[in-house]
Nanobody
Framework: QVQFVESGGGLVQPGGSLRLSCAAS????????MGWYRQAPGKQRELVAR???????NYADFVKGRFTISRDNARNTVYLQMNSLKPEDTAVYYCHTLYGPSRRDEWGQGTQVIVSS
């Protein structure tokens, strides 16, 4: 059974930083691309950043230069370092992969990020 557990969210002031973690189990983690998505109230879920099995990354334009995705295959964990946070970054952040031959969506439960003074 695939399971993702996100952590590291919280309340932070504008300009601050947070580091999100997503710990995976039940999956051959190292071979899967992993993504971070976010969903703000009343908005659709959107891709924030993605990292493939080889470590190549891509980012949504709205986080380029501020967020960094990384992975530690020994720990089965993907990270999202978020710097220079803005109020518009407020959302629930989810990790995700497309799992198995059927490319089934697998999501974590999410971690809340609130950027506010």
């Amino acid at each position: 059974q695939v399971q993702f557990v996100e952590s590291g969210g919280g309340l932070v002031q504008p300009g601050g930083s947070l580091r999100l973690s997503c710990a995976a189990s039940g999956i051959a983690f190292s071979i899967y691309p992993m993504g971070w998505y976010r969903q703000a109230p009343g908005k659709q879920r959107e891709l924030v950043a993605r990292i493939n099995s080889g470590g190549s990354t891509n980012y949504a334009d709205f986080v380029k230069g501020r967020f960094t995705i990384s992975r530690d295959n020994a720990r089965n964990t993907v990270y999202l370092q978020m710097n220079s946070l803005k109020p518009e970054d407020t959302a629930v952040y989810y990790c995700h992969t497309l799992y198995g031959p059927s490319r089934r969506d697998e999501w974590g439960q999410g971690t809340q990020v609130i950027v506010s003074s």
